[in-house]
């Protein structure tokens, strides 16, 4: 199992440009979650997946869009991007709560600057 | 609103315990889950508390008490490799979902 993976690893955009940042993963589960970090800061829940065809907004949604596309893949658009947008994106999946168990396991990040 | 409070920082020597506090805001609160992370790699879960008491996995152990919002990570013989920033996150449900807040993270730098 490769887990949740994410491409790509670095991006530089200049303001204004557009990008995708992908996610997929191997688990079979149903919630998908995309959080930025800033330095000093600990992760700000921007959209999430509770299954597939599904979509919400977290904390930070402004600027960002997100596709559900199958239950493997959840995508993060950024339309415009702005340099207030500069961080670290990772990407989460849920395993399902059983019991008194609780996970998310996270990608390897994507790290985003925008100039 | 919702928000959890860490210290930022910690510092212990090899061999020694440590306890990291959290104290959480959350409304809809289901748990509490503790995540470490190293500098430049993607948070790794640790444990998790929905009951008040002690969870113990190997070195690790993290406490709960819902009646004072306030949970502790345990790190017991500490290694160097157990320098990482470790987080706290309140489970919450709302609007039918369950997501995490994350806390700001605490910094534990292990010297020999």
């Known amino acids: 199992n490769a887990g949740v993976t994410q491409t790509p690893k670095f991006q530089v955009l200049k303001t204004g440009q557009s990008m995708t940042l992908q996610c997929a993963q191997d688990?079979?589960?149903?919630?998908m979650y995309w959080y930025r970090q800033d330095p000093g800061m600990g992760l700000r829940l921007i959209y999430y997946s509770a299954s597939e065809g599904t979509t919400d907004k977290g904390e930070v949604p402004n600027g960002y869009n997100v596709s559900r596309l199958n239950k493997r893949e959840f995508s993060l658009r950024l339309e415009s991007a702005a340099p207030s947008q500069t961080s670290v994106y990772f990407c989460?999946?849920?395993?399902?709560?059983?019991?008194?168990?609780?996970?998310?396991?996270f990608g390897p990040g994507t790290r985003l600057l925008v100039l | 609103g919702q928000s959890l409070e860490q210290p930022s920082e910690v510092t212990a020597v090899e061999g020694a315990i440590v306890q990291i506090n959290c104290t959480y805001q959350?409304?809809?609160?289901?748990?509490l889950s503790w995540y470490q992370q190293h500098d430049g790699g993607a948070p790794t879960f640790l444990s998790y508390?929905?009951?008040?008491g002690l969870e113990e996995t190997g070195r690790f152990s993290s406490f709960l008490s819902r009646s004072d919002s306030y949970g502790y990570l345990l790190l017991q013989e500490l290694q160097m490799k157990d320098s990482a920033s470790y987080f706290c996150?309140?489970?919450?449900?709302?609007?039918?979902?369950?997501?995490?807040?994350f806390g700001a993270g605490t910094r534990l730098a292990v010297h020999p």
């Open positions: 989460a999946s849920r395993k399902p709560r059983t019991g008194v168990q609780e996970t998310q396991y």
């Open positions: 959350t409304s809809g609160f289901y748990g």
């Open positions: 996150a309140s489970g919450m449900f709302s609007g039918g979902y369950n997501k995490l807040i």
């Open positions: 508390n929905a009951l008040d």
């Open positions: 688990m079979n589960h149903n919630s």
